[in-house]
């Protein structure tokens, strides 16, 4: 039996303001503690130089500031031009 394999992001936020840097990785583990230590290793950090809150899973290194995030592995619905769409459901009035 194979393992199920979850995705995650993780985003860099700005450590004064806690917004988004721009800064994304895409990460793959089976666990939530294992997209941390996929992260650590890209980044090349060392355990026991980064702060690790696991309630929000937020990762505080000396100059840099991550979160990790599920994300949905769901296929994304196919691109179907719009003629194919059913005419008129998007906008019916309604009198």
């Known amino acids: 039996m194979s393992a199920v394999v979850n ?5 860099q936020l700005d450590v004064g303001t806690r917004q988004r840097t721009g800064r994304e990785v895409a990460l793959t ?3 939530r503690q294992g997209a ?7 980044l090349q950090v060392n355990v026991s130089n980064a702060r690790i ?10 100059a840099e500031l991550w979160t990790i995030v ?3 592995n769901t296929p994304s619905p196919p691109d179907d031009p719009s003629a194919l ?3 008129g459901a998007k906008h019916r009035r309604v009198r």
């Open 70 to 72: 599920g994300v949905a």
């Open 7 to 11: 995705f995650f992001k993780a985003i």
């Open 36 to 42: 941390v230590d996929e992260l650590l290793g890209l």
């Open 85 to 87: 769409r059913r005419a």
């Open 53 to 62: 809150d696991p309630t929000r899973t937020m990762l505080q290194l000396p």
């Open 29 to 31: 583990a089976e666990t």
